[in-house]
């Protein structure tokens, strides 16, 4: 079983400021499936990225996906209101499909 | 729109079985995507079940495979979820999504249904 890792567990910052959220893999995911959701108080959680760097229809282009093998990224160019929330990554290289514990991004 | 809908019991006694089942609007059951079941303990994160095709193929999550069941109903564009000998621990918000990647239950979730929270408790 793949086990992700994410960090920061917390990312305190102001609207406007650009994050940077890392998930780490403890085995390389193959072709780079991963993907990013993010989950907003009582909601489900909602898909922001796939194929590590792929937006799906809708999902505005201040977010980003890098990386490959291990070490993934999501960046948000410049946070608005709406993107504080908690934010899972999930590989879905090899079965089990497995999720990281999430990072929470909150309001400085 | 494809839209997913959770329904079931919101409490289930110690050792009972757990049943659930997710109403799927919007797009045939049958068009070679995967369907999936996800909890989330409260104040926790997420934890994918398992999945299954049109053609009822399953996979299992090894951690809960001996307790999973998931079955899908085409004519009723259902599928559905039995997880067996609960306990407090089995306590969490349960989702139902679409695998993304079709014929593949390797994929991730582009639609969820809204979760319906199931506590276990006598």
């Known amino acids: 079983e793949i086990v992700l890792t994410q960090s920061p567990g917390t990312l305190s910052l102001s609207p406007g400021e650009r994050a940077t959220l890392s998930c780490r893999a403890s085995?390389?995911?193959?072709?780079?499936?991963l993907a990013w959701y993010q989950q907003k108080p009582g909601q489900a959680p909602r898909l922001l990225m796939y194929g590590a760097s792929s937006r799906p229809t809708g999902i505005p282009d201040r977010f980003s996906g890098s990386g490959s093998g291990t070490d993934f990224t999501l960046t948000i160019s410049r946070l608005e209101p709406e993107d504080f929330a908690v934010y899972y990554c999930q590989q879905y290289g090899s079965s089990p499909l497995t999720f990281g514990p999430g990072t929470k991004v909150d309001v400085k | 729109q494809v839209q997913l809908q959770e329904s079931g019991p919101g409490l289930v006694k110690p050792s009972e079985t757990l049943s659930l089942t997710c109403s799927v609007s919007g797009y045939s059951i049958s068009g070679g995507y995967y369907w999936g079941w996800i909890r989330q303990p409260p104040g926790k994160g997420l934890e994918w079940f398992g999945s299954?095709?049109?053609?009822?193929?399953?996979y299992y999550n090894p951690s809960l495979k001996s307790r999973v069941t998931i079955s899908i109903d085409t004519s009723k564009n259902q599928f559905s979820l039995k997880l067996t000998s609960v306990t407090a621990a089995d306590t969490a918000v349960y989702y139902c999504a679409r695998g993304a990647r079709i014929a593949t239950h390797q994929g991730d979730f582009d639609y969820w249904g809204q979760g319906t929270l199931v506590a276990v408790s006598s």
């Open positions: 085995q390389s995911v193959s072709s780079s499936y």
């Open positions: 299954i095709s049109h053609r009822g193929g399953t």
